[in-house]
């Protein structure tokens, strides 16, 4: 079992719609989230992060979080073709320590 | 406030030469993790360190090394090239608080003939 999952898509959605990306992890202790989103060619950059259980928003960004199920996702409002981009979910085992370990990326493609 | 810049951007080395790849973090950031990126293997971090120690290592050989400087300017070194060591080199940088939120620099995209 991979220790963070991500379905590698692609997943494909029209303009203007909500993109639904998921991902678990196995380990219960995990502290902390993240989503990063990759263009082709160039480096992963932070898009959200969450802590605690529930939502939280920015912008058109939602990123959940349920630890219970070990389960973390990132809502995309009014997709553009702009986000097109393969979306890395990572997680941070300790406390203090900057160890991510990243899912394989699911790619979102934007359908204009 | 300037982000996260690595030198070289793009390097060509043969197999069983070694590397030095080099990382300066958002000022006042005194973190810096390396992370190495491949098709096959994804994202897969290297080290961590912070005021000049490594705090944290992960699951690669020795060959792979690095070390931070006291301005925390960080370079990682590879000795006796692979062809499987072919990959994006990402530095991130991350400020002290708990929060661990790290921003990634550009990248050295090295490739071993």
């Known amino acids: 079992q991979k220790e963070v999952e991500q379905n590698s898509g692609p997943l494909s959605v029209p303009e203007g719609a909500i993109a639904s990306l998921n991902c678990t992890y196995s380990d219960r202790g995990s502290q902390s989230f993240f989503w990063y989103r990759q263009y082709s060619g160039k ?3 932070l898009i959200m992060s969450i802590y605690s259980n529930g939502d939280k928003e920015d912008g058109r960004f939602t990123a959940q979080l349920n630890k219970a199920s070990q389960y973390v996702s990132l809502l995309i409002r009014d997709s553009q073709p702009s986000d097109s981009a393969t979306y890395l979910c990572a997680v941070n085992r300790y406390t203090g320590r900057r160890a991510l370990t990243f899912g394989s990326g699911t790619r979102l493609q934007v359908q204009p | 406030k300037a982000g996260v810049t690595q030198t070289p951007r793009y390097l060509i080395k043969t197999r069983g030469q070694q590397v030095t790849l080099s990382c300066s973090p958002i000022s006042g950031h005194r973190s810096v993790s390396w992370y190495q990126q491949t098709p096959g293997q994804g994202l897969q971090f290297l080290f961590e360190y912070f005021s000049e120690t490594q705090r944290n ?3 690669f050989p020795g060959r792979f090394s690095g070390r931070q400087f ?16 072919s990959a994006l080199y990402l530095c991130a940088s991350s400020d002290a608080g708990s929060y661990n939120e790290q921003f990634f620099g550009p990248g050295t995209r090295l490739t071993v003939l």
């Open chain 2, 70 to 85: 006291s301005n925390s300017r960080s370079e990682m070194n590879v000795s006796t090239l692979e062809l499987g060591d």
């Open chain 1, 43 to 45: 480096s992963p950059e």
């Open chain 2, 57 to 59: 290592k992960g699951n």
